[in-house]
């Protein structure tokens, strides 16, 4: 009797704890969105099954891309050992559509490609190596940007069946090295409109898995250079195989205003429905990678400090045609971010309403964008005492260096879980930031339940989500007009240099139609000995680092800053958009560490430092 009533007790007490636990979890995290983790990655790397990669001197497939993502040793291109220096959490291998793995073919001797006497003269100068496969692959990108390449290139019958073979190798490689909740390998592509040497690319990324992916082959710009025919291409994919997919837009800097411009490919007036489309299709912008740092430009943003970063404004991306400043406006992501504004005004949508992510875009099948583990963005721009003065592209007039690349960056991503799913839905739903290669944590939250205690909380991504919307998000019109509070906290990359400084970037419409910006410090280091002065800066926090050696010392700015903000210039009926940018100290470029590791003298314009930064994506407030 007593065992029976012993029982009863305990059987008793669960249910008593059971539905104690089914109305409150223990855990705190359970179900709650603030439960979203940070994790790092590449949206955009290039294998030899790139046709320009494999004719910069690139050897390696998927296959070691992934396990140098993953933190194994490989053997690069150039035959030198590389190691990343952390291994990433997830991967997107984005290879050319154009001619896809079309290039390894060219090389091995495919006999029915090499009965084209112009692709059998570029076997010939990739087999032979050096400037010889260089000049192939720059008469490649020339053909692909003039619509002149060789007709057995499109030919359904000799091309087709390299490139469905390519696709499915490269799809058993993804389902091979993905493993949930260790290492997300995302699948993709890069569609790469190259409309007189404009850049128009985007990287093209799928929430699926191989049994989709391999419903279609890679929409490539051989069929069509025009976006809306891409986001056709995705609607088809999404309505054929109940799957998702989005595209990230990179390189607005050398599109010479044609990525961003106000205007259709055909260059007629934008409407509602094309506005609306590319919301719909792409989310996010690349806006930091090797080919120059992309939020904006000192000629946009002559009153930004921190503006002149990592420039490439000679021309478009061939050289094909020089920079005119008129362009400008059309390929910078703050400019852009405003014309969004005024685009919504007119047409009752905005087509830019995008976040912001990086990437490193190499092409050496090595993703690491860190400063002091540069492999170079091409294969024949590995580790040498050369590259950096190398001349990497000529045209018009102007010259492009090796010491000009960049690099940057990488992809911060805000997920519930390191899986294809989590991490597709927060890059849709825009909770993601940019980096140019640190991995600083950051998060911003708005909105007008958030109060400055927030900003000093064990807890503050909790009472961020509660209080308001993550970035990516939006925000309705003010209740009563009041101003919206914003949350924002930055913790140093732990190998890397200490915080300078973080901002929050504002852009707005007025009510005549104007287009504004403003930069406002919102915390900063070491503040006991810098205050703002008359002219409302924070002054510079200083140099540590030692280019003889390049080494750096993290005496000056601060391990950690967070701050909550009211903006001052408020005005309840002005729609706007706020993002916040996150400076670091001055710690040595990839450059200085070359001339230290490999002995030589770098010239005068060659910069020795770098100001690592975090840009994160826009939360945007509409009356």
Do not use: C
């Amino acid at each position: 009797m007593r065992t029976h009533r012993t029982i009863l007790i305990v059987l008793a007490s669960w249910l008593v704890v059971a539905a104690a636990a089914a109305e409150e979890p223990y855990t705190p995290f359970a179900g709650e969105a603030a439960r979203t983790r940070l994790f790092w990655g590449d949206t955009h790397l290039h294998t030899a099954i790139s046709g320009d990669a494999i004719t910069d001197g690139n050897r390696l497939g998927p296959e070691q891309a992934y396990r140098f993502a993953r933190g194994l040793e490989v053997k690069s291109s150039s035959g030198q050992p590389a190691v990343i220096g952390r291994p990433l959490d997830f991967l997107v291998i984005a290879d050319h559509a154009e001619a896809y793995g079309l290039g390894r073919e060219m090389l091995t001797g495919n006999e029915a490609l090499l009965e084209d006497e112009t692709i059998r003269r570029w076997h010939e100068a990739m087999k032979a190596g050096g400037r010889r496969a260089y000049d192939a692959g720059q008469e490649m990108r020339i053909a692909l940007a003039s619509g002149e390449l060789p007709a057995a290139v499109s030919d359904p019958k000799i091309a087709g069946p390299i490139i469905r073979s390519t696709w499915r190798g490269y799809t058993d490689a993804a389902e091979r090295y993905n493993e949930p909740g260790l290492f997300t390998a995302l699948i993709g592509y890069e569609w790469t409109s190259l409309p007189g040497g404009n850049n128009l690319h985007r990287v093209v990324v799928m929430r699926d898995g191989k049994e989709r992916a391999d419903q279609i082959l890679p929409f490539s710009a051989i069929q069509s250079e025009d976006p809306e025919k891409l986001w056709e291409f995705m609607a088809g994919y999404e309505a054929g195989t109940g799957g998702r997919i989005l595209a990230i837009p990179h390189n607005g800097n050398i599109s010479n205003g044609r990525m961003f411009a106000l205007a259709d490919f055909a260059g007629r007036p934008m409407t509602r429905a094309y506005a609306e489309a590319r919301s719909r299709w792409e989310p996010l912008v690349e806006v930091t990678q090797m080919k120059g740092d992309g939020e904006t430009h000192p000629a946009l943003s002559p009153d930004d400090e921190f503006a002149d970063f990592g420039r490439w404004d000679a021309g478009n991306l061939t050289l094909s045609e020089l920079k005119r400043p008129e362009m400008l406006p059309y390929e910078y992501a703050r400019s852009t971010l405003k014309n969004g504004l005024l685009l919504e005004r007119e047409l009752g949508a905005n087509p830019f309403q995008f976040g912001m992510l990086g990437a490193t875009d190499s092409h050496t099948s090595l993703a690491d964008a860190s400063e002091d583990n540069h492999f170079g963005k091409a294969s024949n721009a590995e580790p040498s005492p050369t590259r950096a003065s190398d001349v990497t592209k000529e045209g018009s007039g102007a010259r492009r260096f090796g010491w000009q690349n960049l690099a940057s960056g990488i992809a911060a991503v805000w997920a519930k879980e390191n899986t294809r799913a989590a991490l597709f839905d927060a890059m849709a739903r825009r909770e993601v930031y940019a980096t140019t290669g640190s991995r600083m944590r950051v998060r911003f939250f708005g909105g007008y339940r958030l109060r400055a205690e927030d900003s000093e909380s064990s807890d503050l991504a909790v009472r961020g989500y509660a209080g308001g919307v993550p970035m990516g998000g939006e925000l309705g019109a003010a209740p009563g007009g009041r101003s919206p509070g914003f949350l924002v906290s930055a913790l140093k990359d732990p190998l890397g240099g200490n915080l300078d400084r973080i901002q929050i970037v504002k852009g707005w419409l007025d009510a005549a139609g104007a287009l504004h910006e403003h930069v406002y410090d919102v915390s900063w280091a070491d503040a006991e000995r810098r205050q703002p002065g008359k002219d409302g800066r924070v002054p510079p926090v200083g140099d540590t680092v030692d280019a003889a050696t390049a080494t750096w010392t993290n005496a000056i700015g601060d391990a950690a800053l967070s701050s909550f903000w009211r903006d001052p210039d408020f005005d309840a009926a002005q729609p706007a958009f706020y993002y916040a940018r996150v400076i670091e100290i001055p710690t040595p470029r990839w450059t200085t560490y070359d001339a230290v590791r490999l002995g030589i003298e770098l010239s005068p314009e060659i910069p020795r430092t770098t100001r690592e930064r975090a840009y994160t994506s826009p939360i945007w407030y509409s009356p």
